[in-house]
């Protein structure tokens, strides 16, 4: 029997000191033990992992309170947080794209929870609302998640996210008339709807068992046809596959309508590819690729053909032309083969092929004729990242973003006739990008492997040890790092701060070969390549370790955790966000199952759970272990990681860490992974999480 004990209030002693004495919220153990090859593992907190619990509800809640009584009486944090509010507070206009005669795109004013879908017939003229998730909850946590424009330009299908939850539901409004019609569908999850005839395809699952929704193993997955107008209970099952129940499906239709494109994914990389020809009567699913270890993405077709980008026999992608008529693998034809550089995406638009590569983690674009020809490239203002062209294949304009770490998201607008791209929109934020400097540069891993590195600070930096600095790393799932705007670190960097984003092995930067250097048996590679990084800045004189912080999400989260256990000299504050921190049980939540791609998982063999144990965080943390300042953050409707990982892993630590720094977990509530996070409750985040950390780094504001 569980045997609970109340949970002891905090006591702050000198909270405004590094030297700080806390006590935590006791956190009841329970012995709960796994068995694995024979090898006993003890798992006490196993209980925190029951979301629904009243149990877990009290303990959330003291920790919140001891949290929150240290973040708010940290110096500088209402300074902080005025100047993140201004920063925030500019225009942003996303990338117009084209439907039915109509241009649609999002805008947010500034401090708007949620970005405002627009649309007007002409750029030139004022658009109006055609859809604002503002108004859908007061606190504005309901997100637009998705949409689809009927061909005919008649309806919108969209979906909203309620508290940043993975699940979705789809709503269909009449854009003539404004009006909201009856049909609802629940129980939506990483699916996009695709109109075709007067309905639309889309993936489901059946409605989990209440109080199961966050944490159950998403399973059972289906692709189905809602006709508008009719009951979601009758819509037709296009496609499942239930003797797989851990199989997931994207459904698709290319531009024409004329196919069907059928995904079918095992694990977070790699699909098998089908299609149908909806043009021919009671035609079946053919195959394309019925294997999972390729990525196979349909960009369009031209008539007969389908155009698919692929890492399949090239890890750095190329782009296949094939036949309907004849799929057979003997009759693909290669359009555009594999290049040094990483093929991310293709566009058709002005008739031509729009091709975004990426060297060295930064885009580049260049333009192909139908038959694969390379003719032009198309200039970029610097380093940084090139959104996707949006345009129509027989329309001569088209829009692309452009935004580095000093550069907020620009809009391009392109000609194809006079190939000349000329500036359609600027963000105007409240601060001098000329002031700033970005720079690329490379260091040496562990086991001699060169690994890129971005650094984004104010100019005239001195290289004298003594430079705050935030190491930034992913390193998973083929995602690259590359240049972004962010306001949040733009408040780091000009307080005297260094951002250093590492392009960590296990992402997409150098193709298939360097996802794959950061997976299963490989993942060590991710932690050295991170603690690589950190060592190169202390030997540079960046920095030093007192003045070092680490950040990472979700398997960045994973990441931080790593390295704060195996280095915990190298760092003074690190900051695991929605980690996955018990590498043991991961796949045994919601989607966890799909990740077996990159980590494996304790049961498959005794070789992959000795691995997995020896750096799961949760596990590898040390009693007497002399820890840095750590802040954790979570929150309650993250159904991806789910914060049992994030509950669990600051339990231990708390309990084992004899170290002088504080180790707290602030737990957000009616927030999820982190899409769709209103702009109020990242402003209030980022307050904590800079507050905390210009605090341990011994960094001021320019208000304070």
């Keep these: ?127 109006t609302v055609l859809l604002d998730p503002n108004q859908l909850s007061e606190d504005g946590t309901v997100a637009l998640s998705g949409i689809e424009i009927s061909p005919d330009g008649k309806y919108l299908v969209y979906q909203i996210s309620r508290s940043g939850s993975d699940w979705n539901e789809i709503f269909v409004k009449n854009i003539e008339t404004g009006e909201r019609l009856p049909d609802h569908i629940q129980w939506i999850k990483f699916s996009s709807a695709s109109w075709y005839d007067n309905g639309f395809f889309y993936g489901a699952y059946e409605a989990p068992q209440p109080g199961q929704e966050l944490s159950k193993s998403n399973e059972n997955h289906q692709v189905r046809y809602h006709k508008l107008g009719t009951d979601p209970a009758s819509d037709v099952l296009i496609y499942s596959e239930p003797e797989h129940p851990k199989r997931m499906f994207g459904a698709g239709t290319t531009h024409d309508k004329r196919f069907l494109i059928l995904h079918k994914m095992e694990a977070s990389t790699g699909n098998a590819l089908s299609f149908k020809d909806l043009s021919k009567k009671n035609c079946e699913f053919i195959p394309l690729m019925e294997t999972f270890d390729s990525e196979f993405n349909v960009v369009d077709n031209i008539g007969d053909y389908l155009l698919v980008l692929t890492n399949y026999q090239a890890p750095k992608y190329r782009l296949l032309k094939i036949d309907t008529r004849q799929p057979q693998e003997s009759n693909w034809q290669v359009l555009v083969p594999e290049k040094e550089n990483v093929l991310e995406s293709v566009t058709l638009a002005g008739e031509k092929m729009v091709l975004r590569y990426m060297k060295d983690a930064y885009s580049h674009l260049e333009v192909y004729d139908y038959e694969g020809n390379p003719e032009y490239k198309i200039q970029l203002p610097g380093i940084g990242t090139a959104g996707t062209f949006s345009g129509k294949k027989e329309e001569s304009v088209a829009f692309y973003s452009y935004s580095s770490f000093n550069t907020p998201g620009e809009i391009y607008q392109y000609d194809f006739n006079t190939r000349e791209s000329s500036l359609y929109y600027r963000p105007e934020v409240k601060f001098n990008p000329d002031d700033f400097q970005v720079e690329q540069l490379f260091y040496t891993s562990k086991d001699g492997t060169k690994i890129p590195m971005f650094l984004f600070s104010k100019k005239g930096i001195r290289l004298n040890g003594n430079n705050p600095t935030l190491l930034y790393g992913y390193g998973g799932f083929n995602i690259s790092m590359t240049p972004a705007f962010s306001v949040s670190r733009l408040a780091f960097v000009e307080n005297g701060g260094i951002l250093a984003v590492a392009n960590l092995r296990g992402g997409g930067e150098y193709g298939e070969e360097w996802h794959k250097a950061g997976t299963k048996l490989n993942k060590q590679n991710v932690f050295d390549d991170f603690i690589a990084a950190a060592e190169y800045l202390i030997r540079e004189k960046y920095t030093s370790p007192a003045k070092l912080a ?33 590498m043991l049980r991961y796949h045994k939540f919601t989607i966890g199952w799909a990740w077996a791609g990159d980590y494996g998982t304790s049961e498959e063999s005794e070789e992959m759970f000795n691995y997995l144990k020896a750096y799961s965080p949760y596990h590898n943390i040390q009693k007497g272990g002399k820890y840095p300042a750590v802040l954790v953050t979570t929150a309650d409707h993250d159904d991806r990681v789910v914060p049992a990982h994030s509950f669990k892993y600051i ?51 320019g208000n304070q």
Excluded at 682 to 690: A, F, Q
């Design 550 to 582: 680490i950040q990472g999400g979700s398997n960045g989260g994973l990441l931080v955790g790593a390295v704060t256990n195996q280095r915990p000299d190298l760092f003074r504050v690190a900051l695991p966000a929605v980690g996955v921190m018990d």
């Design 651 to 701: 339990a231990r630590l708390q309990e084992y860490n004899a170290g002088k720094y504080p180790v707290l977990i602030r737990i957000e509530t009616k927030a999820g992974h982190g899409a769709g996070k209103p702009t109020s409750k990242m402003i209030e985040e980022y307050t904590d999480l800079w507050a905390f950390t210009f605090h341990h780094l011994g960094m001021t504001t």
């Design 1 to 127: 029997m569980r045997n609970y004990i109340y949970l002891l209030p905090a006591l702050l002693l000198g909270a405004c000191t590094n030297n700080v004495k806390m006590k935590y919220p006791v956190t009841p153990q329970e012995t709960v033990t796994d068995t694995y090859f024979g090898t006993t593992v003890e798992d006490p907190y196993r209980w925190l992992e029951d979301d629904t619990s009243q149990q877990t509800a009290e303990w959330v809640k003291a920790q919140n309170e001891v949290t929150y009584a240290y973040l708010n009486q940290l110096p500088g944090r209402e300074a902080i947080k005025n100047r993140l509010t201004e920063l925030w507070n500019y225009p942003k206009v996303s990338t117009p794209f084209k439907e039915a005669g109509k241009y649609f795109w999002y805008k947010n004013d500034g401090l708007q929870n949620q970005h405002v879908l627009v649309m007007t017939t002409d750029l030139a003229t004022p658009p």
